[in-house]
């Protein structure tokens, strides 16, 4: 077995590293026998060498075997999840995985908290008052089987190597590596024991891959690598040069979850997305035969209530309300200062630096800025108009939900200047393409 520092040094002289060199690695970090400085040292000689397929494979599976592996053969539909490489507005896993389960599958999600300007999936479920992320083994596989899906934090029994290369990453400007992105989102999911995935991966000025040919690379890496898993896999590539949901925000979202869900009113852009992602699953897990009769199916479990009806279940499962859905109000509290920012001028809306409006959730408390950092679920912005939107001077631009009033004066300033109010715009359209 190679030393630690040998197989540092073959891939930062860029040769091709062995199955075992990998996986012995990765035992190490495991087993605390690699240290941070060496899984900083590896991960920069990945960033700048990178990886072939074979060892993009061979880390992931490592990765997946750091840990406990889930199994559900008792199950009678399809295990299914999607994975975003995170946004703002991107409220999609909330209404998906509820949605999915109404139609016949099986969704065991693990999902994350909010990394740098992006929200979190487990930080907007623990706005609800009571719901836990951490379950039991047993109570996890009870929700799933009961209500057909379940949203958890990663624990430290799910592919632990993940955790400590991601905690590396952060701090040694790795985070953007494509073979060290593959294997830890497809770590995770292959250890959830799925029979398919989606890949929501976003492009634009608020996303982690901010040109499209990047997100492209990613998502053909990710495909390839998931089939040599034998993991049934497709990718979107959809936009985040603006916020994708009326709403950014802990509590926000989940008010706008909930609408969604219930019949109310829904944004065009998420809507799109919900149901492009939705339809792959569907067709993926063969509980659809072709996109039309997916969307039929989506759209069906929405306005029947049933999608409804199983997020309510999950939520009173994990420890929430289960009056949630009838009462949102009761429970998702509002900041104490709500107000409109107006429009500085006539015109429209040219440009979003959307990464600065994640950063100002950041900075209103909806975000943490190190992992000790506790949340106001209560912060954020709403009423969001996008690129294209034509407005006059003093019309609503955004609402800024806030602390106090010190804190919305901030925010004002910092959305004042991230949102361009110029000349006539086209439109975005929230899907750019899907990755086979």
């Given at each position: ?9 073959k ?18 970090i495991?087993?605390?026998?690699v ?5 900083g ?30 199994h559900?053969?008792?199950?009678d539909g399809?295990?299914?999840?999607k ?20 139609c ?8 994350g ?10 930080d ?9 992320i ?33 905690a590396v ?10 073979p ?50 034998n ?5 979107l ?7 994708l949901?009326?709403?950014a925000?802990n ?6 979850a ?12 998420l ?20 996109p ?16 409804a009806?199983r ?17 949102p ?39 943490r ?22 407005l006059?001077?003093g019309?609503p ?27 006539k ?12």
């Open positions: 077995m190679l030393l630690p520092e040998e197989i540092i040094r891939k930062r002289d860029g040769k091709e590293l062995s199955t075992e060199a990998i996986r012995g690695f990765v035992d190490g495991t087993h605390g026998k240290s941070d400085a060496q899984i040292a590896f991960a920069m000689a990945v960033h700048i060498r990178s990886m072939s397929k074979a060892e993009q494979f061979a880390l992931t599976l490592a990765m997946r075997d750091s840990g406990r592996c889930l559900w053969a008792e199950l399809p295990v299914l999840d994975h975003s490489t995170g946004g703002i507005g991107d409220l999609v896993s909330l209404v998906m995985a509820p949605m999915l389960a109404a016949g599958a099986y969704v065991p999600m693990i999902s908290r909010g990394l740098g300007h992006t929200g979190g999936t487990l907007k479920m623990e706005s609800i008052p009571g719901f836990k951490n379950l039991s083994h047993e109570t996890f596989r009870q929700t799933v089987r009961k209500a057909g899906l379940a949203i958890i934090g990663q624990g430290s029994d799910l592919a632990p190597a993940d955790g400590r290369i991601y990453r952060d701090v040694t400007a790795t985070v953007d590596s494509i060290l992105i593959v294997a830890s989102i497809l770590s995770k999911k292959l250890a959830e024991g799925l029979d398919g995935l989606v890949l929501d991966i976003k492009t634009g000025n608020g996303a982690f891959m901010i040109k499209r040919n990047s997100a492209r690379e990613l998502a053909v890496n990710l495909i390839e690598v998931a089939a040599l898993a993991l049934p896999c497709r990718a590539i959809s936009d985040m040069n603006q916020p949901a009326r709403t925000g509590a926000l979202e989940m008010r706008e909930i609408e969604f869900l219930t019949g109310g009113s829904r944004r065009s852009r809507e799109d997305v919900v149901f492009a992602l939705g339809s792959e699953l569907l067709m993926l897990g063969k509980l659809a035969e072709n039309r009769v997916a969307r039929l199916k989506l759209n069906q479990v929405i306005e029947s209530g049933l999608a009806e997020f309510a279940r999950m939520i009173a499962m994990q420890g929430g309300p289960a009056d949630l859905l009838d009462k109000e009761k429970y998702l509290l509002p900041a104490p200062v709500i107000r409109v920012l107006p429009a500085p001028r006539k015109g429209c809306v040219a440009f979003m630096d959307t990464r600065a409006i994640g950063l100002c959730i950041v900075g209103l408390g909806g975000g800025r190190s992992i000790e950092d506790s949340i106001d679920h209560r912060v954020g912005l709403s009423g969001f108009c996008l690129v294209g939107d034509s006059d001077r019309e631009l955004v609402t800024i939900h806030a602390a106090d009033e010190a804190a919305w004066q901030a925010a004002a300033q910092t959305l004042t200047e991230a949102i361009v109010i110029g000349r715009k086209d439109s975005l359209p929230a899907v750019y393409e899907s990755v086979p």
